[in-house]
């Protein structure tokens, strides 16, 4: 593999967690194997890897374009990376209402709906790690 699929894979499990990266792993297909590399060294290899702006803020411009262009699939799993981004909830919020105003109230309200259902399951399973370890 080259150095920016390994750069990629490092950045990728810094951002979405390895139980995430681990179980995608695990799914690969011979299908889609050359398109995960691909994702791998291309998104996470270089513009997740770049130094140019925080991952706080590419969260925030990750999520919103994702909303903006109706690609409402990845926006649960961009969610859950904010715990490792630095992107607050209220940063979320932020970037959803500029979708509102310049992609359409329709994909920020889809979008927020995601959120509102994502936070409330990475609520959820806080509170119940915080009473196996109590």
Same mark, same amino acid.
């Given at each position: 593999?080259?150095?920016?699929? !390994? ?9 979405? %967690? !390895?139980? $995430?990266?681990?179980?995608?792993? /695990? ?7 050359? #398109?995960? !590399? ?11 890897? %770049?130094? %140019? ?8 411009? =990750? ?6 262009? %109706? ?23 932020? &970037? #959803?209402? $500029?979708? /509102? ?13 995601? &959120?509102?259902? =994502?936070? &409330?399951?990475? !609520? ?11």
């Amino acid at each position: 593999m080259s150095d920016r699929f !390994d750069i990629g894979m490092r950045v990728r499990r810094e951002v979405l %967690g !390895d139980e $995430h990266v681990d179980r995608a792993e /695990a799914a690969k297909s011979d299908i889609d194997t050359p #398109f995960q !590399d691909l994702i791998t060294s291309s998104a996470w290899g270089t513009v997740w890897a %770049g130094d %140019g702006i925080s991952r706080r803020d590419r969260s925030m411009l =990750t999520l919103a374009l994702l909303a903006a262009t %109706g690609n409402f699939e990845e926006i649960p799993m961009h969610i859950r990376a904010t715990t490792r981004t630095g992107a607050s909830r209220q940063d979320v919020l932020e &970037a #959803f209402q $500029h979708v /509102a105003i310049y992609a359409g109230v329709p994909r920020a309200n889809h979008a927020l709906k995601l &959120a509102k259902q =994502t936070y &409330a399951e990475m !609520d959820a399973k806080s509170d119940r790690n915080e009473g196996v370890s109590q």
